[in-house]
C-alpha cells in the first residue's frame, strides 16, 4: 500500500534535511546532528520493542561502548574515524548478539530488569578501565574536520550523520517490509502462534536485539564524535530512559516515528527549560524530566501510536473524509468506517 | 469513538505546535534572565548604593575585634565602589566612544554579556544555585552602576552534568549569542570537553567550577581557561605538611571516591607526604560514585591498624564514612575534604550518629567565609553576602555555602572585568587575570590572596585547618592560613 504520503514524505523531508545545515546557524546545524545521531539509535529501539516486542532499558550501555570504541580506535590505534563506525556497529551487534540470545528467555519486566542493569552497570565498568577508556579522565578527541572547503565543520558532520542516518533508514525500511520484518511481528503478536507458522523465535528475538544495538553502537561512535570527548558521565542511565521514551513519543513500530523521536529527546528538554526560565526558575529545573514524563502519560493514555501514529491517523482520515464526501457517506459513518489502528500493520 | 477523536485532534494540533516550535531553530526563551536589569541600572545607583554603603560601614563599627581587620579591609572597597558608582556612570558617557571602537565580541557601549554552563537538573543538580548567586552578586553590581556604565547580563544554561550537552551549549553561546567569555562552567568531564574549543576560538573559560588540579596545571597549553577555588592535590598537600609537621608517626587509612576527583585528593597526599608516603599510608579503600554502603571499607581501614582517617569524598558517601567508623567503634583522627566540609553535613552525621562524638574534633580546611556560623555573623562580607541574596535571590538558601561560593567567584569576575579597562577586551581580561591579585574579596577569609601570575594559575593556594567542635557547631582555626604556592606538581 504505497499511499502518496508514504511515497512522498521521506522525498520532501530528505531534501529539507538536505537545506536545513545552509539556512542554520553552526551549534543548531550540530543539534539537529545530535538529532539525527537519537534517531539511529531510537530506530534500534523500535525494531526491538516496536516490531520484535521486547524491551531494553539500558540502550544507553551501547551508545556507550560505540562512544568508547571509536575513541579508543582513533586516538590509541590510530584509525581514521570512518573506519571505527562500522567496527563500533559490530562489536556492538556482537554484544548485543549475546546478550541477546541470553536475554531472550527473559520476558516482559525480566527482560526489563535485565537490561536495566547493562545500563546502570555498563558506564561504571567502563570507568573502571582505566588504561583502556581513560577512565574518570575520558578520552579527548580532535574535532571532525571538513575535506570538503564549501561545507563548514559542522556542515559537514551533520550531513555525513545524515547519509549514514539515511541509509540505516532505508536499510530498516526494507527490512521490516520485507520476510524478516513479517516474522519480528509474527513473534510479537504471539509467540506460540508464530512458531506453529515454521518462524524461528529464538533466531528472531535474537536477530532483533543485534541489530538494535548495532544501531545504537553506530550512534554512539557518532555521539562521541560530535562531542569530540568521550566520557562516562555523558552516558548516564537517564540517556537510556530518554532514547526509550524517545521511541514511545515519536512512535513505537513506526520508522518515521524514530525521526520525530530523534527531533524530541534532542529539543525538547532543551527548549522546554530555556522557555520556562523567564517564568519560572524551579519549574525550569524540572522541565527535562517533567516533559518527558508527561508526554509519556499522554502518548500512552490518548495516543498509543504516538507522534507518528497520530500524523498518520490525520492523514488517514483527511482521505477518507474526502473521498466518502464524495460518495455521500456521513460523518458518523467516517468516524466508524475509516477508523484505522495507530499501529502501521 | 468521536470522544476520542476529539481528543486526538487536539492533542495533534498541540504536537505539531510545539514540533513548530522547536524546529524553527530560535531558542525562544533564551533572552538572558539578567536582560531586565539594564533598564533600571542608573536610576538604582543614586537610592541602592548608599544603604549598601551604610550598612557595610556599620557593621565594620559593630564587628567583634576578630574580625575588626577583615572588616578594615572590606568595607572601604564596598563603600568606594558604591561612591565610584555615580561619577562612573558620568564618565561613561565620555568612555563610551572609545568603547565602542575597540570592544570585543559580546560587548556593546552598556551591556556585557556573559554565558556559562551548569547542573541545573539530573544528578548534580544541587550546585545549580551556585550560577544562580553569582548572578545574583551581577545584578548587585549593575544596579551600583555596573562596570564602566556596562551592565553584566549572565545567561547560564543547563547541562545536566552531561559532558554531551555542554558540547552544544557552549557552541550555542560562543557561536550565536556571542558572549564576551563563558563564566563558571561547572563539572571537570563537562568542562574538559569544551576547553579545546574555548582555546581553539579564543574565548576566556573564566573560573571553572572543578577543583581538577589539571585545569590550573595546564595553562601553557590552555591559555585562555582560569580555575578559582584551591585545587584537590594542593588541599590534600595542606593536610600532608600538617600531618609531617604534627603528627609524623600516623598511620594513615584513606577512603576515597573512584573518579577523578578522589584520585586528585589522593595523588596530593601521597605526593606530600613523599618518601615516607608507603610508610605512613597503611591502608587505602575506593568506592563508586552513589554506592549504597561503605561499611565494609571502613572495617578494612580499621582492621589495618590506621590511627588517623582520610576521607575524600562528595557529602552524601564522606557523612556514611564518619557514621560507620563511629558504629564499628573506630575512633581515629578525622580528616575530611573542604567539599564534604561544610558544618551542615557534619550535622547531619552527628544527627545519624546519635553522638557528637562522631564528629568531635574532625579536621578540615577553610577559604571561604561561612555563612551560617554565629561569630561571622557581623563581618561585612557575610552581611554583604546576605544583603544581596535577600534582594536578588529571595528563593535561595542563605546557609548554604555554595551561594557564598559563587558570589565569591563574581567578586573576582567583576574584578577582572574592571581591571580590563574600559575599553574592554578578551585580551584586556586575559592579562587582568593573569595578573590577578585580590587580598580584599569579601567572601574570602581574610589573609588568604586571590592571586595568579603569569606563571603560575593556581589562583588560591592557601587554607586554614580547623577543628569541629559540636558544642559550637563550628569549626575552630588551628593554624595559620598554609601556603602550598609552587609545591604543586602535576601530573
Redesign the interface.
Known sequence: MRSPLTRWLPVAALLIALALPFALSGFQTLELAYALIFAIAILGLNILTGFSGQISLGHGAFLAIGAFTTAIGVQRLHLPYLATIPIAALLCGLLGWVIGAGAGRLEGIYLGLATFALGVATPDLLKKQTSLTGGVKGISLPPVTSPIAALSDDQYFYLLCLAIGGGLFVLAANMLGDRTGRAWRAVRDGELAAAAFGVNVGYYKTLAFALSAALAGVAGSLYGLATAFVSTDAFPFQLSIALLVGAVVGGIGSIGGALVGGLLTEFLPIYAQQMLLPINKQLANAAPGAVQGVLLLVVLGLARGGVAGLVGDAYYRLIRANRTTTEGVTDGEINTLAYRPSRPD | ??R??R???V??GL?SL??A???S?T?????P?AGATAAGGAAAVATSAAPAANSAAAAAATAAPTVASAAATVAPTVASAAAAAAPTVAAAANTAVAALTNSDVGVTKDTILLGGTIA????A?AY?TIA?AADAYLHYVNDNGGIYGRQISYKY??D?????QT???T??Q???DQVFLMYGGL?T??Q??VR??LNSKKVPQVFVATGATTFAAEFEKYPYTFGWQPVYQGESLIYAQYILKNAPNAKIGVIYQ????G?DYLDGLTKGLGNKAAEMIVDKESN?VGAPDLSSQILKLKNSGADTFFVFETPSPAIKAIVAAFQAGWQPAIYLNAVSGPVPYLQAAQKAAGDPAAVNGITSVLYLKDSIDPAQANDPGIQLFKQVMAKYYP?GKVDDNFNVYGMGTAYSLVDVLKKAGPNLTRAGVLDALNNLNETDNPFVYPGIPVKNSPTDHYTITQEYLAKYDPTLNNYKSISQPIDVRGLIKFP
Not at chain 2, 531558542?27 to 533572552?31: I, L, R
Not at chain 2, 541545573?120 to 544528578?123: C, E, I, R, T, V
Not at chain 2, 545536566?160 to 554531551?164: H, V
Open positions: 469513538m468521536a476520542s477523536t481528543w486526538r485532534t492533542l495533534l504536537i510545539t514540533l516550535a522547536c524546529s531553530g531558542p525562544v526563551g533564551g533572552a534572565a541545573l537538573s539530573g544528578p543538580a545549580g544562580r544554561l543547563d545536566a552534568y552531561n559532558p554531551a558540547v552544544p551549549l557552541k550555542q560562543v557561536e550565536q563539572g568531564q563537562s574538559t570537553s579545546d574549543y573512584n573518579d577523578d576527583y584520585q563508586d528563593e
